[in-house]
């Protein structure tokens, strides 16, 4: 076989692997995006932390890591809003979605603590590379970031969001890891 035609079938199925990658992305996070109102969206168990430490995989398109980047401190940022203060004459419902929100906050933070983002210098697969290092994670928390993006900020800011989390994202891979000795 030619080398042409060896890099041709190798360029094809690189293309096809890629695209199902994305497409299975892009469903996931449009299945976020279209959750009815009222009703959580199911846990995507890459984002889920488990046992000590959990690191997850981020591959995103060249193109978009300035994107991701910009997403990811946003995110910080909605973690670290304060508390809104409690509406005096809110409705029940409005008080108890008040007192949710606040719960989720108070998580989310505990989950900020061990939560770093590092970039990996060398690209993979063409990819820009990037790992969330959760140590310690926090064990069956959902780390997803959609979900913090439409739970932080205003629909609208959350949908421009989403958009650009959606198109950066190429790949992500969960391992939850255990230490097996120090080396000294």
């Known amino acids: ?83 809104k203060a409690d509406e005096p004459n809110a409705t029940p ?18 989950m900020a603590e061990g939560w770093s983002v590092l970039k990996v210098a060398e690209p993979m697969g063409g990819n820009a590379t990037y790992i969330w290092n959760l140590n310690p994670a926090i064990d069956g928390a959902d780390y997803d970031p959609t979900k913090i993006i439409y739970e932080t900020f205003d629909r609208v800011e959350a949908d421009a969001l989403y958009g650009k989390l959606g198109g950066a994202l190429a790949g992500v891979q969960k391992w939850t890891v255990t230490k097996l000795m120090d080396i000294k």
């Open 93 to 110: 419902e409005a008080a108890k979605a008040a007192a949710e929100g606040k719960v989720k906050r108070a998580q989310w933070r505990k």
């Open 1 to 83: 076989m030619s080398s042409s035609v060896y890099t041709s079938a190798r360029f094809r199925r690189q293309v096809v692997t890629v695209t199902a990658v994305g497409m299975l992305m892009a469903a996931g996070l449009a299945g976020h995006a279209q959750t009815p109102a009222g009703q959580a969206p199911a846990i995507d168990p890459r984002f889920v932390g488990a046992g000590d430490r959990t690191m997850i995989l981020v591959l995103v398109k060249p193109d978009k890591a300035a994107d991701f980047e910009a997403v990811m401190a946003k995110i910080k940022e909605g973690i670290a809003k304060p508390d």
